[in-house]
């Protein structure tokens, strides 16, 4: 029977063992109580016994299918008036328990607590207990019942319900000796409403929300009966007659979700429902303020180290950092911001603002919370404490200007991008003085303005003025000093301008926006020296800085060929020499090569040349005369800022030397046999010059280098129409004498037409007269 008793179960098991051993049973047990009521009247121990069963209308309740109920699970404890636990026994299968009691002297009461079944209805007859106890011969015990171990698997529940009986124990035994009898008059149906879990973070997995409305509806009657859940999602209806029903869940602020069907049928026994309610998710509500203001548009991303997905229809947004969030949520109007079915779990709150140029500060700038199973309303309001706010700088033509540095009330606070934005943090609504600086740059600023959180942006800032610069540089030594350049063709609103560059030739301008043209300033004396700049002016549109303007003393090359009849070899030259007064250019020659017939003069100043070409001897003859024949000797070229090219001399001969003592018809003839006449004639010369010559007087009081001063002295010739005519560089110093240097002389003599104008000057200053 024990063997069949375990493969059974505890209640089915006890139920086929008194099913078939009924009577045996009932026998021992009988026997086995006299024996002990006897033997403990004898030595002076009472006890106290009776039946746990179910209630007559209970009991019609019951179907014959029905298995039998097993009441040995259930434990009968005997407390003192105190509380003190004093006896206690275990309730044989059939319901039957007894515990004895010694007499001690003090009052006890038993209180019988039934954890397996609802409510316990006692059915006694109490003597009269105040008249026996003032006769000191009745002592108070409470009978307590409690199950050994509980069925239902959450260990948190209250099992223990009231009543207690008082009973009195004397020489008669406990009440007289009659049964205390408990009538349960119904079932406990317990069940739980699940919430969702998102991970491992989660404290209280298989738990659900507390306060969820749940109503128990008997199909039969229509009667309804209504619990809430406790902290955890059990819930339990009490004293539930067998019979079918229906259970409903609702929760105002939750959204409860059930899985299955909803009926269910209560036999002859405690049910545990399964798990039939689901709750999906929670709120989280929270506000968004700034000085006790809300603050519309900030957005909330979720985050989280475990759970991996949340409701969320809106999708996970844009959040700043690379991480993705798993939902976002919008502070409204009123500043308040919620997120919708989020399950259990530990989650992170940022905050981010970014309208289209302004970015809030939150503090704090994250907050950890953690998710049960309930909703969370976040007590700590999200505090805007500044925010950021964007703006542009940008040129004349709207274009972003980069890498301009912001100054906030004279601190630097930003820098512009590769589009002209830059951003500003942690401001207040408060003015402030803000300047844009950079090099080249000259800006508009925003004076005593006011920056407010729900502005679009910071009003542009624009470039007002650019800087124009460049350098000159000088090649040669003639012409030394700072420069002068030209601002002109300039807008109407703009004053023409004229600058001198610093000790490196460079030079700015600082202009507003606009057509302008920037030239070299020289005068005619140095223009007629040769000093031109390449290029000679640059034409510029300002909308932007313009840098690195370089004007160049122009040098050009001169180049040309010869074309001879035969070969040209070496004993060609060409020369190169000065027709302007004033150019410092000395004269240079170049033979040609046995193997080229081109010659090159490079880097020559600009200004009137003379090119000449000649045929020297092979050998060194002193009465040498050349005697080939050019179409043209001799090209006179005007050199500006251009090279010159294409210069050819083409020979058409050669120079036949006849002397004749008296004059004579001759001719020569030619290969073809063509004669050419050549006659002689007599060579008459008339003088066309006239020989110019005078003294220059030095007084040494006014020089005292007046001695050195012959090789710095120019005495030039020109014509009254302003033809030149000659210059003589060095005039030949003469002193006085008396050998003495007070009064220096200085020859000249040059050929000139007449009328002639002579003027001297001293070349180590080109803008004095001697």
């Known amino acids: 029977?024990?063997?069949?008793?375990?493969?059974?179960?505890?209640?089915?098991?006890?139920?086929?063992?008194?099913?078939?051993?009924?009577?045996?049973?009932?026998?021992?047990?009988?026997?086995?109580?006299?024996?002990?009521?006897?033997?403990?009247?004898?030595?002076?121990?009472?006890?106290?016994?009776?039946?746990?069963?179910?209630?007559?209308?209970?009991?019609?309740?019951?179907?014959?299918?029905?298995?039998?109920?097993?009441?040995?699970?259930?434990?009968?404890e005997l407390h003192t008036i105190d509380g003190l636990v004093k006896e206690s026994t275990q309730c044989a299968p059939n319901g039957y328990y007894f515990i004895p009691v010694q007499m001690d002297g003090h009052g006890n009461q038993i209180r019988r607590i039934i954890e397996r079944f609802d409510r316990i209805d006692p059915e006694v007859h109490f003597r009269e207990l105040a008249q026996l106890r003032q006769q000191g011969t009745v002592e108070d015990y409470v009978a307590e019942f409690q199950r050994h171990s509980i069925m239902i698997p959450d260990s948190s529940l209250d099992f223990k319900y009231q009543p207690y009986v008082p009973v009195s124990v004397d020489h008669n035994g406990c009440n007289g000796n009659e049964d205390i009898n408990f009538h349960f008059t119904g079932f406990t149906i317990s069940g739980r409403v699940l919430g969702a879990v998102g991970a491992k973070s989660c404290p209280k997995i298989n738990e659900g929300p507390g306060n969820v409305k749940i109503e128990l509806i008997s199909t039969n009657s229509g009667i309804s009966n209504t619990v809430f859940t406790s902290q955890g999602?059990?819930?339990?209806?009490?004293?539930?007659?067998?019979?079918?029903?229906?259970?409903?869940?609702?929760?105002?602020?939750?959204?409860?979700?059930?899985?299955?069907?909803?009926?269910?049928?209560?036999?002859?026994?405690?049910?545990?429902?399964?798990?039939?309610?689901?709750?999906?998710?929670?709120?989280?509500?929270?506000?968004?303020?700034?000085?006790?203001?809300?603050?519309?548009?900030v957005h909330v991303y979720i985050y989280s180290d475990d759970v991996v997905e949340v409701h969320c229809p809106q999708g996970s947004g844009r959040a700043p950092w690379p991480e993705k969030a798993l939902c976002y949520a919008i502070s409204d109007a009123n500043g308040k911001f919620a997120f919708k079915s989020v399950p259990c779990g530990k989650y992170r709150l940022l905050p981010f603002y970014k309208g289209e140029n302004t970015i809030f500060d939150v503090s704090p700038p994250s907050m950890e919370l953690l998710v049960e199973h309930g909703q969370v309303t976040i007590s700590q309001p999200f505090q805007v404490t500044g925010f950021s706010v964007g703006g542009r700088v940008v040129n004349s033509e709207d274009t972003g200007v980069e890498g301009v540095k912001i100054l906030v009330d004279g601190r630097e606070r930003a820098t512009t991008d590769i589009q002209g934005y830059y951003k500003l943090d942690q401001v207040t609504s408060t003015r402030y003085t803000?300047?844009?600086?950079?090099?080249?740059?000259?800006?508009?600023?925003?004076?005593?303005?006011?920056?407010?959180?729900?502005?679009?942006?910071?009003?542009?800032?624009?470039?007002?003025?650019?800087?124009?610069?460049?350098?000159?540089?000088?090649?040669?030594?003639?012409?030394?000093?700072?420069?002068?350049?030209?601002?002109?063709?300039?807008?109407?609103?703009?004053?023409?301008?004229?600058?001198?560059?610093?000790?490196?030739?460079?030079f700015c301008f600082e202009v507003p926006p606009g057509d302008y043209r920037v030239s070299p300033h020289t005068t005619s004396l140095e223009n007629s020296s040769g000093l031109l700049f390449s290029p000679p002016h640059f034409d510029v549109t300002m909308n932007a800085p313009v840098l690195g303007?370089?004007?160049?003393?122009?040098?050009?090359?001169?180049?040309?060929?010869?074309?001879?009849?035969?070969?040209?070899?070496?004993?060609?030259?060409?020369?190169?020499?000065?027709?302007?007064?004033?150019?410092?250019?000395?004269?240079?020659?170049?033979?040609?090569?046995?193997?080229?017939?081109?010659?090159?003069?490079?880097?020559?100043?600009?200004?009137?040349?003379?090119?000449?070409?000649?045929?020297?001897?092979?050998?060194?003859?002193?009465?040498?005369?050349?005697?080939?024949?050019?179409?043209?000797?001799?090209?006179?070229?005007?050199?500006?800022?251009?090279?010159?090219?294409?210069?050819?001399?083409?020979?058409?001969?050669?120079?036949?030397?006849?002397?004749?003592?008296?004059?004579?018809?001759?001719?020569?003839?030619?290969?073809?046999?063509?004669?050419?006449?050549?006659?002689i004639e007599p060579l008459y010369l008339t003088g066309k010059k006239y020989l110019l010559s005078g003294k220059i007087h030095i007084n040494s009081n006014v020089s005292p280098d007046a001695n050195e001063m012959s090789e710095s002295i120019t005495v030039e010739a020109w014509q009254k129409d302003g033809t030149f005519v000659d210059v003589i560089n060095n005039v030949s110093l003469v002193s006085n004498p008396t050998g003495s240097t007070l009064n220096a002389e200085a020859h000249h003599q040059l050929l000139a037409d007449i009328p002639t104008l002579i003027s001297e000057e001293d070349t180590r200053n080109l803008y004095s007269k001697v």
């Open 434 to 506: 803000i300047k844009a600086e950079k090099e080249h740059f000259k800006f508009s600023s925003l004076e005593n303005f006011m920056v407010l959180p729900n502005m679009a942006s910071i009003p542009d800032i624009k470039a007002t003025h650019y800087n124009i610069c460049g350098s000159i540089k000088l090649i040669t030594t003639g012409f030394v000093g700072k420069r002068q350049v030209a601002l002109t063709h300039v807008p109407e609103n703009v004053k023409p301008q004229i600058k001198r560059t610093d000790e490196m030739g460079d």
């Open 1 to 76: 029977h024990i063997d069949r008793f375990w493969q059974l179960g505890p209640y089915k098991g006890f139920a086929k063992v008194l099913e078939m051993e009924a009577q045996l049973l009932v026998l021992v047990l009988v026997l086995l109580l006299i024996s002990l009521a006897l033997g403990a009247a004898a030595d002076g121990i009472h006890g106290c016994g009776g039946f746990v069963e179910a209630s007559p209308a209970l009991i019609k309740l019951r179907k014959p299918t029905d298995p039998k109920l097993d009441y040995s699970h259930i434990t009968v």
């Open 233 to 297: 999602g059990s819930y339990k209806f009490k004293n539930i007659t067998p019979g079918t029903y229906k259970l409903l869940a609702s929760h105002p602020m939750l959204t409860v979700e059930q899985r299955g069907s909803p009926e269910i049928a209560v036999d002859f026994d405690n049910l545990v429902v399964n798990d039939l309610f689901f709750v999906p998710g929670y709120d989280i509500d929270g506000l968004v303020v700034s000085q006790g203001n809300p603050v519309l548009g």
């Open 549 to 679: 303007i370089e004007f160049k003393q122009a040098l050009v090359d001169i180049c040309g060929s010869a074309v001879c009849k035969g070969r040209c070899d070496t004993s060609i030259s060409v020369s190169l020499s000065s027709l302007s007064v004033k150019n410092v250019e000395s004269s240079r020659s170049i033979s040609l090569s046995s193997d080229r017939s081109e010659f090159v003069f490079e880097k020559v100043l600009p200004g009137a040349y003379r090119l000449e070409i000649k045929r020297g001897p092979s050998f060194e003859a002193s009465n040498w005369d050349d005697d080939w024949c050019w179409e043209k000797k001799v090209i006179d070229v005007d050199a500006g800022i251009a090279d010159l090219v294409d210069i050819t001399f083409v020979q058409k001969g050669y120079w036949l030397h006849i002397k004749s003592t008296h004059l004579v018809n001759a001719s020569i003839l030619q290969p073809n046999n063509e004669p050419i006449n050549v006659p």
